[in-house]
């Protein structure tokens, strides 16, 4: 049986299926990178506070140097049997340098050594995560850019309301994920904090310097309450959460595309390299990578409501249940990378279908509220307007012609303030013109847009 670092006062080995059951090695040995930078650190603070010697901080620093590029190269024995990454560095060091390895764990409690860990990898992780948004956008301005003079109708309620140009609903995901962003930069203020000096749960006897630490590992600032460092997981649920945002405007475009490649809509063509196909109907062609990133926002959600209730009832300190936070962690982070990654290079690959979305913008009484402030212009209440071209619509609608396929007399019959000119009113391309209110789809409110994200993604 190995033996545990914490085995001194225990009469008897623990039982293998306790072992089992304890050990996070198997999902915690991905923080093996930051385990090693902690440690590092933590072994010259205490050289430079003569806790150990010069010459046992060489030794151990070197160690430390040669562990993880044993680990780099693949030549590392992850020993199944240590408890967690803590423990397996640990016993590599020992190996390595005999006893002198033990005082690594000097003033150090696992405790303070694991948040630290993932505040590490979360910062890392959410660096990485801001690059895949942002290439994210780029896709996205990239094919609003190209596509900026389609008009399509824009929906409420899933029925076609008003026309609109497709760049400007492609934005609007854009500003999405530039909250995301903001969201993301936010959390970085609080997770760039160094707990390390916590220890278990008191603080620590020896004459540490935290704000060495925290400079040597290109955090931010100290935790002000060694109880509350070694307990909090507030900065992963807040990551957590950000990334359940996300992965909802992902969601929500994903929904967007899966409805648009239907035939009964038929506004896009995915490519054939990033669909899928029927094992029995020959004629099928899905849209398999959006589904899967709209069923995968819902792992996100899962792990966000998972750490939540694991939190919930917990006294301070540091209790065993909080192991459970690395899996939900884990799996949002590999989610969330792998979602943005495939879906940068999806938006790349589809092409809109223009006679289709003309076709869709004509039908469907789409300028209706134009007309409606045209007869506002003419002198008219809206709410009398809006009445009006309501009974106007339903006289269409009998005679099952579009509004700009009625004649003049047709409409005059409602009111006496409708002249030949209210054709103007009733083109899609015109009301679109009309609507260059500080952010509307105007052409130039959505050229100015597109200005904006130009200059946001330095393109």
């Not at 054939?272 to 990578?289: E, L, V, W």
């Amino acid at each position: 049986m190995a033996k545990k670092l914490w085995g001194g006062r225990f009469t008897s080995d623990t039982h293998d299926a306790v072992n089992t059951f304890n050990s996070s090695l198997q999902f915690d040995k991905r923080l093996w990178k930051e385990d090693i930078q902690g440690s590092i650190a933590y072994c010259k603070m205490l050289g430079k506070q003569g806790i150990i010697s010069e010459d046992e901080t060489k030794t151990i620093l070197s160690a430390l140097k040669e562990i993880s590029s044993e680990i780099e190269k693949g030549t590392f024995s992850f020993d199944e049997s240590s408890e967690d990454i803590h423990t397996l560095i640990e016993k590599a060091l020992i190996q390595k340098t005999g006893t002198l390895g033990e005082k690594i764990h000097t003033g150090r409690s696992r405790n303070d050594q694991i948040v630290l860990d993932v505040r590490l990898y979360i910062k890392n992780a959410t660096e990485n995560i801001l690059q895949l948004i942002k290439k994210f956008q780029l896709s996205l301005f990239e094919l609003a850019e190209k596509n900026q003079d389609l008009i399509m109708p824009g929906y409420t309620h899933l029925q076609r309301a008003q026309p609109v140009l497709l760049a400007h609903h492609l934005l609007a995901y854009y500003e999405m994920t530039k909250r995301d962003i903001q969201r993301y930069e936010e959390a970085l203020k609080r997770i760039n904090i160094l707990p390390l000096g916590s220890a278990a749960l008191a603080g620590t006897t020896f004459a540490i310097d935290r704000k060495f630490l925290s400079k040597e590992l290109n955090l931010h600032g100290i935790t002000a309450n060694s109880m509350d460092a070694v307990s909090d997981r507030d900065f992963i649920l807040e990551f957590i959460f950000i990334s359940a945002l996300l992965m909802m405007h992902l969601s929500r475009l994903c929904e967007e595309l899966i409805i648009w490649s239907t035939q009964e809509f038929d506004f896009i063509e995915i490519s054939d390299s990033f669909a899928t196909g029927s094992s029995i109907m020959p004629q099928k062609k899905n849209p398999d990578i959006p589904e899967l990133i709209r069923g995968k926002t819902g792992r996100v959600y899962g792990h966000l409501m998972s750490l939540l209730t694991t939190m919930k009832g917990l006294p301070l300190t540091y209790n065993k249940d909080m192991q459970e936070d690395k899996e939900p962690l884990f799996d949002t982070v590999d989610t969330v990378e792998k979602s943005l990654s495939i879906f940068s290079l999806l938006l790349r690959e589809i092409d809109f279908k223009k006679e289709n979305l003309k076709k869709a913008t004509e039908s469907g009484y789409l300028v209706a509220t134009d007309l409606a402030d045209y007869l506002v212009t003419k002198g008219m209440t809206f709410r009398k307007a809006h009445h009006i071209v309501g009974d106007i619509i339903l006289a269409a609608q009998k005679k099952n012609k579009e509004l700009h396929q009625l004649d003049i007399d047709e409409m005059k019959h409602f009111s006496s303030l409708i002249e030949k000119d209210v054709y103007e009113w009733l083109d899609p391309a015109s009301c679109i013109e009309r609507r260059n209110s500080k952010g509307g789809t105007g052409s130039q409110e959505v050229k100015k847009a597109l200005h904006t994200a130009r200059k946001e993604l330095n393109v």
